[in-house]
């Protein structure tokens, strides 16, 4: 077993999820001092649920959404400043585990396919001014919403029948 350690150190920058102003929840990107990206695969393979993807190995765990990328891990759905701290050190535990581990793990390089739309793609569709109209605070939130088919095309008001269907058509 390899006991050194991959993160030494790490800086922690909390802020509000761009895509939901006034939300009560925080984001926090955490900022390594060492690149993981050779880890990621390592991670797919011990992390239930983790989806590699291109840029990224994206990970829900204990109602938080992880990203981990090269130089660092954002974790969203933080409920206050005490507990993001508390998750940053759990992460960097974990980054560590797996690193001292890595001899043992049979590496992942399985990447998930993006067969549908991102909610980026189906946001492009939208009139993107945030009117409220569709119960949520923002069009992102919405095209969010859509994509993972927790939302109906028509609870948004401001789009004609033409945009109603290009949108139709990225989402199925």
Same mark, same amino acid.
Not at 25 to 34: F, K, N, Q
């Given at each position: 077993?390899?006991?050194?350690?991959?993160?030494?150190?790490?800086?922690?920058?909390?802020?509000?999820?761009?895509?939901?102003?006034?939300?009560?929840?925080?984001?926090?990107?955490?900022?390594?001092?060492?690149?993981?990206?050779?880890? *990621?695969?390592?991670?797919?393979?011990?992390?239930?649920?983790?989806?590699?993807?291109?840029?990224?190995?994206?990970?829900?765990?204990?109602?938080?959404?992880?990203?981990?990328?090269?130089?660092?891990?954002?974790?969203?759905?933080?409920?206050?400043?005490?507990?993001?701290?508390?998750?940053?050190?759990? !992460?960097?535990?974990?980054?560590?585990?797996?690193?001292?581990?890595?001899?043992?793990?049979?590496?992942?390089?399985?990447?998930?396919?993006?067969?549908?739309?991102?909610?980026?793609?189906?946001?492009?569709?939208?009139?993107?001014?945030?009117?409220?109209?569709?119960?949520?605070?923002?069009?992102?939130?919405?095209? !969010?919403?859509?994509?993972?088919?927790?939302?109906?095309? !028509?609870?948004?008001?401001?789009?004609?029948?033409? !945009?109603?269907?290009?949108?139709?058509? *990225?989402?199925?």
């Amino acid at each position: 077993m390899n006991a050194e350690k991959l993160i030494q150190d790490y800086e922690a920058e909390f802020f509000e999820p761009p895509c939901l102003p006034g939300a009560e929840e925080w984001t926090i990107d955490v900022h390594l001092d060492a690149d993981i990206g050779d880890l *990621l695969p390592y991670l797919n393979a011990e992390l239930d649920g983790a989806r590699l993807q291109d840029e990224a190995l994206l990970w829900q765990h204990e109602g938080h959404q992880y990203a981990f990328r090269p130089q660092k891990v954002s974790i969203g759905g933080i409920e206050d400043k005490e507990t993001g701290r508390e998750l940053c050190e759990r !992460t960097a535990e974990l980054l560590n585990d797996v690193w001292s581990r890595r001899d043992e793990i049979e590496p992942c390089h399985e990447r998930e396919k993006q067969t549908k739309a991102s909610a980026l793609d189906i946001y492009k569709c939208l009139p993107g001014d945030n009117c409220g109209e569709c119960g949520r605070a923002t069009c992102m939130a919405f095209a !969010t919403d859509l994509g993972q088919g927790n939302a109906e095309l !028509t609870e948004c008001p401001e789009l004609d029948d033409e !945009t109603r269907e290009e949108a139709r058509r *990225l989402i199925e």
